[in-house]
């Protein structure tokens, strides 16, 4: 098995909760920005909408965004999220040592969309969102090399347009991924892990040969 390989294959869901605020990290920051070059590498089909790319500080082509929450500001914003809502966010925020926000950039759609529908079902937006997932995955499986414990979450209330403002997340852009990175010593805080991955199939069980 190559490198490669064994990344993908250790890459598993790993969730730490906790009761009290864990230690905050010294070097997390040079670690996540290794971890953001390794993302930005994946493969994108086209350049983001320009209504995305007029901000000065994030004006990138790629259909995606990163914003970054320090081990300080996770630990901050954990207290001040709806306890009624907000799950078990909160004790993942305690344990964290970032928290990585990553959205993708809808293309702007032609006529105003039905209520509840987040955005146009184009092609286009579909090949974003793919572009996304290929970015968070490399950077889930940086974090797994470097022996980061890491999970993909949806978000929960951290995609609600309230949370947006507080982080300063533009509301065009769309939450694909709350993506908690996690240190390996975590004291008595509970660690969790998924219950899908042991229902996981091989590959006789979605793929097929195709005979014309
Ligand atoms: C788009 C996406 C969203 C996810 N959201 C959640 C989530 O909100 N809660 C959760 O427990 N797991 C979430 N997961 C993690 C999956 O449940 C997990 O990857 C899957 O069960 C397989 O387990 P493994 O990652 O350990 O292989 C998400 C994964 C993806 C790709």
């Given at each position: 098995?190559?490198?490669?390989?064994?990344?993908?294959?250790?890459?598993?869901?790993?969730?730490?909760?906790?009761?009290?605020?864990?230690?905050?990290?010294?070097?997390?920051?040079?670690?996540v920005?290794?971890?953001l070059?390794?993302?930005?590498?994946?493969?994108?089909?086209?350049?983001?909408?320009?209504?995305?790319?007029?901000?000065?500080?994030?004006?990138?082509?790629?259909?995606?965004?990163f914003h970054i929450l320090s081990?300080?500001?996770?630990?901050?914003?954990?207290?001040?999220?709806?306890?009624?809502?907000?799950?078990?966010?909160?004790?993942?925020?305690?344990?964290?040592?970032s928290l990585l926000v990553?959205?993708?950039?809808?293309?702007?759609?032609?006529?105003?969309?039905?209520?509840?529908?987040?955005?146009?079902?184009?092609?286009?937006?579909?090949?974003?969102?793919?572009?996304?997932?290929?970015?968070?995955?490399?950077?889930?499986?940086?974090?797994?090399?470097?022996?980061?414990?890491?999970?993909?979450?949806?978000?929960?209330?951290?995609?609600?347009?309230?949370?947006?403002?507080?982080?300063?997340?533009?509301?065009?852009?769309?939450?694909?991924?709350?993506?908690?990175?996690?240190?390996?010593?975590?004291?008595?805080?509970?660690?969790?892990?998924?219950?899908?991955?042991?229902?996981?199939?091989?590959?006789?069980?979605?793929?097929?040969?195709?005979?014309?």
């Open positions: 098995m190559n490198l490669v390989d064994k990344a993908i294959s250790e890459r598993k869901t790993v969730k730490i909760l906790a009761e009290k605020d864990l230690d905050c990290p010294k070097k997390w920051r040079e670690t920005q290794e971890l070059a390794v993302a930005g590498m994946a493969p994108f089909h086209r350049a983001c909408d320009q209504h995305h790319r007029e901000s000065e500080a994030m004006s990138g082509i790629e259909p995606w965004r081990p300080q500001t996770c630990r901050q914003l954990g207290p001040t999220l709806d306890p009624k809502k907000a799950g078990k966010i909160p004790k993942m925020l305690a344990a964290a040592d990553a959205t993708w950039l809808p293309n702007p759609s032609s006529e105003t969309l039905p209520a509840g529908q987040l955005f146009d079902a184009s092609l286009g937006n579909m090949e974003h969102i793919a572009a996304a997932s290929s970015a968070i995955q490399n950077l889930l499986l940086a974090a797994t090399i470097r022996g980061i414990r890491n999970y993909w979450s949806s978000g929960g209330i951290l995609r609600e347009a309230t949370t947006f403002e507080r982080l300063g997340i533009p509301q065009s852009e769309i939450l694909l991924g709350a993506i908690f990175l996690f240190p390996q010593e975590t004291g008595d805080a509970q660690v969790a892990e998924s219950k899908l991955r042991p229902k996981r199939t091989t590959q006789e069980n979605w793929s097929r040969c195709v005979e014309l």
